[in-house]
C-alpha cells in the first residue's frame, strides 16, 4: 500500500480497495492502457466514479514504476454555479489538478432549439470539448470513469434503441491515435466502487441535470437490476459474452 493511500485513510476500505486495485491493474494488464511519461486527462464530473477513478490512477503513480502526468477536466454544463465549485475545492483538498470549463451545453441539450434526446447532445458536446481541452493541454489520453455496469449497460442501449451490438471500449483510439479514450475502471463493478467511495468519504456532488434519473440508461438499468436478482451470474455472463462473440452465430 502506497504513502498516498495510507495518508487518506485507506484502511475503512481495505476490501474494496484491493478489489477495484485489482481489477484496475488487469485493465492496464489486458490493454496496456497508460505507458511511461504519458499525459493523462481524467474527466472529472463530480459523482462516485470520476472520483474513484482519480484516486486509484494517481494513488497507482506512487507505487508502481510507470510514470504519468494527471490532469483533471471538469466541463461544467452550465446549471448552476455550486457544483463545479464544490468539484474544484475537493480537487483541491487531494492536491489534484483540475481544470474547470464553464459551458452552456446542458442549457443547450434541454432548450426548444434542441430537437435530439438531451443526454446525447449534452454527451456529444461534453465530449468534444473534453477533447479540445485534452489535445490544448498536451494529453494525448483522455481516462474517463465508465465501469463493467456502464460497459454491458451500454450494450442493452445499443441493441434496444440503435439496433446495433456494440459497447465502450477499455482503450479507443481517436484520430488515427493521435488521442486514446482509456476506461480503467472498466473491470469493476459499480457496487464496489461505491462502496469504497462511501467509505473514503468522497463528496457526491449533486448532479443539477433536469434528465438525471429519468434517462434511457436508467430504464435498462433497473431491468438489468432485476435479471441480476433472479440470477447473480447474469452480470458476469453479460459482460464476458461482449470478448466471446459468436459471429457464425449471427445474421447477415
Ligand atoms: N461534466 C463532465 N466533465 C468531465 N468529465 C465528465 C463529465 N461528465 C462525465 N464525465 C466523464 O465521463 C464518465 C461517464 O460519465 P457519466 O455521466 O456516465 O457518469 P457516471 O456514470 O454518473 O459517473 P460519475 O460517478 O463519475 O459521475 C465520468 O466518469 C467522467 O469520467
Redesign the pocket.
Known amino acids: 500500500m502506497s504513502r498516498f493511500a495510507r495518508v487518506h485513510g485507506v484502511k475503512r476500505a481495505t476490501g474494496a480497495y484491493k478489489v477495484l486495485n485489482r481489477q484496475v491493474g488487469k485493465a492496464q494488464e489486458a490493454y496496456s492502457m497508460i505507458q511511461e511519461g504519458d499525459r493523462v486527462a481524467?474527466?472529472?464530473?463530480?459523482?462516485?466514479?470520476?472520483?474513484t477513478?482519480m484516486w486509484i490512477l494517481r494513488e497507482r503513480l506512487s507505487r508502481i514504476p510507470v510514470k504519468y502526468h494527471l490532469e483533471g477536466?471538469?466541463?461544467?454544463?452550465g446549471f448552476d454555479d455550486s457544483s463545479a465549485d464544490e468539484i474544484a475545492q475537493y480537487c483541491e483538498s487531494m492536491n489534484y489538478r483540475l481544470r474547470v470549463e464553464k459551458t452552456d451545453f446542458g442549457i443547450r441539450a434541454h432548450s426548444d432549439e434542441n430537437r435530439e434526446n438531451p443526454c446525447f447532445l449534452c454527451?456529444r458536446l461534453?465530449r468534444q470539448r473534453?477533447f479540445e481541452l485534452a489535445q490544448e493541454m498536451g494529453c494525448t489520453k483522455i481516462?474517463?470513469?465508465?465501469h463493467k455496469d456502464?460497459l454491458i449497460e451500454t450494450l442493452f442501449m445499443n441493441m434496444c434503441y440503435t439496433g446495433e451490438i456494440a459497447t465502450m471500449k477499455p482503450y479507443q483510439e481517436f484520430f488515427g491515435g493521435e488521442i486514446t479514450v482509456i476506461r480503467p475502471l472498466a473491470y469493476t463493478d459499480e457496487k464496489n466502487i461505491a462502496y469504497f467511495a462511501r467509505a473514503m468519504n468522497m463528496p457526491e456532488i449533486e448532479?443539477a441535470c433536469p434528465t438525471s434519473g429519468a434517462s434511457k440508461r436508467e430504464e435498462i438499468k433497473q431491468l438489468l437490476e432485476g435479471l441480476y436478482k433472479q440470477n447473480p451470474k447474469i452480470r458476469g455472463n453479460l459482460f464476458r459474452s461482449m470478448s466471446r462473440v459468436k459471429t457464425d452465430y449471427l445474421l447477415k
Open positions: 481524467v474527466g472529472i464530473s463530480g459523482g462516485k466514479d470520476s472520483f477513478l477536466i471538469h466541463i461544467d454544463p454527451s461534453r473534453l481516462a474517463l470513469g465508465h456502464d448532479n
